[in-house]
């Protein structure tokens, strides 16, 4: 499991007693793990906190018995997985886990010294709630050096999958279009004459367009159909249009005016307001952002800078003193300059934590001070838009979707082999 996911499910579902000391009155062993003992109050907790995490995700609970099998499971491939990562010297330094626990933090909108407050209310004990920080630190490297890195995905590999999915992209099922739409009505079989004042009022309103006027008025001043939305059809797949509609179409990018065409309702024309495909999903999100940045030292805990942040933060929404003029006073970052400004952003730009943060915010918020492995932020987002993806990041795209596919699939081979060579002696239950 990802960390950012785990350290979400951890602080969110916990119980009041799931991460507390273990009682030592009562206990027995229940599995022993290449001489590692697994006790009972271990895994009662972790059935516990599995149970609430369900209730709460309003997912209807499973008998004791297979909640058992399944928790005992896993928490007997953590520990083969931690015992083969001590091995391998993989380590979980003191500032990494800090970092984890401030995120945490700020994440529930509370400063780290009140975070650990409200964990002692609870009574769960701060040292297992960061050694549960510590193991999954530890378990996520180890995944990514056994398993993520050793997956390989050709140039080849990505051109065939990209090759597929633009073939599916070319399955009217698979595009979504927004037409405007003015329609000159004809009736059944019209004269003549009918249709001969039909099409000089479509050269007349053509002629009006090439002069800078614009569709949406001239719906209103000569469209025959619904007109209350200026004309617009509303996004649908192309395959719930008339195929008429779409010929005339296709080709068009956004913004594009199609030739009249005409049916048995009379002389349309059509205007492509907003196109999207489904299967190529050709665009990206965008967000321009700003941050002020303290990078902790000898002199400046991350602690302290967090303190610092939040105070400085009030101050910014208290309007005392603006975001960029305090990012040119105190941020330690090259930004500091333009007023912490980042430009536009792409997804991956930015260290996963910085990212995930950015992400939950709303335009114009200013988050909680966020710790990452640059120091400690304030991030305030500005404006969020979607950019075509360019042919190098559609190449991208699908070799990140490759990897993670074979990421899957290689993480249970793998975790089973780990598990395979371990000494797993299960005990009877008392």
Known sequence: MKLTVWIFVLFAFVSPCSLAQNASGGDYIVALINSEPLTNAELQQ???QVAEQRAQQGMAPVPEAQLRAAVIQRMVNDRTQLQLAREMGIRADSVSVDQAETNIAAQNQTDILQFRQSLEKRGISVAAFRQQLRDQIVLSRLHEREVEAKIKVSDAEVEAALEVRIAA???PANQEVNLGHLLLALPDNPSADALAKAQA?????SDRLKKGDSFEALVKEFSSAERSKSGQLGMRR????PPLFIQATQALPEGGVSAWVRSDAGLHLLRVLERRNLAMADKIPQTRARHILLRPDAVLSPVQA????????GRILGGKVTFEAAARDVSQDGSAADGGELGWASPGMFVPEFEDAMNRLAPGEISAPLASRFGVHLI???????TDMTPAQLRERERDALRG???????VIWERDVRDKA????????
Do not use: G
Not at 201 to 205: E, G, H, S
């Open 46 to 48: 972790q059935m516990q």
């Open 423 to 430: 000494f797993v002696e299960m005990r009877e239950a008392r």
């Open 306 to 313: 967090q303190a610092r942040l939040a105070e400085l933060r």
């Open 380 to 386: 305030q987002v500005l404006e969020r838009r979607s």
């Open 169 to 171: 992209a070319a399955d």
């Open 238 to 241: 192309s395959d719930r249009y």
């Open 201 to 205: 009022l479509a050269q007349t309103i």
């Open 405 to 411: 596919r074979r990421y899957d699939e290689n993480f």
